[in-house]
């Protein structure tokens, strides 16, 4: 989804699509919506009839399969702590409280499969659009992995990179992105959407959050 305050980072986006960059790292503040960002515009190129202005139509069946998390061309790689229904299993009898709590690093087997998977090629025929977040999840090896694929990029594969620690990522890898600055809301944006979601006291809860209203939304 669109957050109101990502109105001017939707079209800087979309205006990268004529020139597609093989790697594209949004980066910024934590809690202003970059993944949801990034999700989106995966969405809006995967999307068979997307909008003028680049977003999705949510209605052909490419949105459909990304809506439903099986678009074969899409893959998002993450911790299993940020995946779906993580820890929903917690305290769920004897078996489950031997369970490991779920992983807050990118494994390394994660990202081979992610390395398997560019490398068949596409399903469809378009784009094949990888989503990885928090990139300062990688671990040295799994990061050293994806470097080299990104060095000898898959053909017709686009790599949306999600950070708020960019000082964490590896310079090398920094070098082979293009760097995409992702704006804070205003405060008044930011207090405007907070009250639409309603929270309460939206005034201390933005300042508490740093400015950032999914932690703000988040935290109340
Ligand atoms: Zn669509």
Redesign the pocket.
């Known amino acids: 989804m669109l957050y109101p305050w990502q109105r001017d980072d939707w079209h800087r986006l979309t205006a990268l699509r004529d020139r597609l960059p093989h790697a594209l790292l949004l980066h910024g503040q934590q809690g202003i919506g970059k993944r949801d960002l990034a999700l989106h515009f995966a969405q809006g190129l995967l ?4 909008l003028p202005d680049g977003q ?5 069946s ?2 459909h399969w990304f809506g439903q998390g099986n678009h074969p061309d899409f893959t998002v790689v993450r911790p299993e702590a940020l995946e779906a229904g993580a820890g929903e299993a917690e305290g769920d009898g004897e078996s489950s409280s031997k369970k490991k709590a779920p992983s807050k690093i990118i494994r390394m087997e994660q990202v081979r499969a992610l390395i398997e998977a560019v490398g068949v090629g596409t399903h469809r025929a378009g784009l094949r659009v990888v989503v990885v977040y928090p990139l300062d999840a990688l671990q040295t090896e799994g990061a050293n992995a994806l470097l080299k694929t990104l060095e000898e990029p898959p053909p017709s594969t686009v790599f949306l990179l999600v950070t708020d620690r960019i000082d964490r990522v590896l310079p090398t890898i920094l070098s082979r992105c293009r760097q995409f600055s992702m704006t804070r809301p205003t405060g008044a944006d930011a207090l405007d959407w907070l009250r639409g979601q309603g929270v309460a006291d939206v005034e201390a809860q933005l300042a508490l959050a740093g400015g950032a209203p999914l932690t703000a939304l988040h935290a109340a």
């Open positions: 999307c068979e009839s997307a999705p139509c949510n209605t052909c490419a949105c």
